[in-house]
């Protein structure tokens, strides 16, 4: 079946440092690739997506490019703000056309101190 | 456009009980998917539903049921509680019916509690 890795945390960094946070994927077919972030009492806001190899999905400054050779979608970010705290899923949903969901990682919970 | 609306937002039950929640996807979306959320499992795939049709069903007992208006809102209903059904359940809907390229919105979940 479909899975997703994903270091959990929580990941603590200063304002303005690099991020990257590691995701792996297994899956049966073609799927696409997102990026969801959660803040404290809220739901999943998408952040961004990929929908095939070698695409690049980017928003508000997060960058992940969809690595079909080393399946993986690491998410980056070149300076981060402490408006960034929040916890950030890695999912799959298998391009086959099924209705079978999404999968998801088990979150990594990043802290931004100024 | 309003978003994915979730009702109530907090719920408190005791086992054995029943509870029922409701999903409000934004206009237009005709199919809603439901998730569930804890520490230990993470956010676990329930079911979705499109123009009123189970499409697909997660690894989740029969305890777990759920059904879709022709107005494309959602309920979903959890009977005979059990202490490990305290979770967050997130409702999500998107334009087409597949899941697959389509971006899911989701809505701000129900927080249940089961005592």
């Known amino acids: 079946g479909n899975s997703v890795t994903q270091m959990e945390g929580p990941v603590t960094l200063s304002e303005e440092a690099f991020l990257t946070i590691n995701c792996t994927y297994t899956a049966t077919g073609y799927p696409s690739l997102f990026w969801y972030v959660q803040y404290p009492g809220e739901g999943l806001q998408l952040l961004l997506k990929?929908?095939?190899?070698?695409d690049k999905g980017s928003n508000k400054g997060f960058e992940a490019t969809y690595r079909k050779e080393t399946t993986s979608f690491h998410l980056e970010k070149g300076s981060v703000q402490v408006s960034d705290s929040a916890v950030y899923f890695c999912?799959?949903?298998?391009?086959?056309?099924?209705?079978?969901?999404?999968?998801f990682g088990k979150g990594t919970h990043l802290i931004i101190q100024p | 456009k309003a978003g994915v609306t979730q009702t109530p937002r907090y719920l408190i039950k005791t086992r054995g009980q029943q509870v029922t929640l409701s999903c409000s996807p934004i206009s237009g979306h005709r199919s809603v998917s439901w998730y569930q959320q804890t520490p230990g499992q993470g956010l676990q795939f329930l079911f979705e539903?499109?123009?009123?049709?189970?499409?697909n069903k997660g690894n989740f007992p029969g305890r777990f049921s759920g059904r879709q208006f022709s107005n494309s809102r959602s309920e979903m209903n959890v009977s005979t509680l059990e202490l490990g059904d305290s979770a967050l359940y997130l409702c999500a809907s998107s334009s087409l019916g597949t899941s697959g390229r389509n971006e899911q919105f989701f809505g701000p979940g129900t927080r249940l509690t089961v005592l």
């Open positions: 990929a929908t095939k190899a070698d």
């Open positions: 999912a799959l949903s298998d391009s086959g056309g099924g209705a079978d969901g999404l999968t």
């Open positions: 539903y499109f123009s009123e049709t189970q499409r």
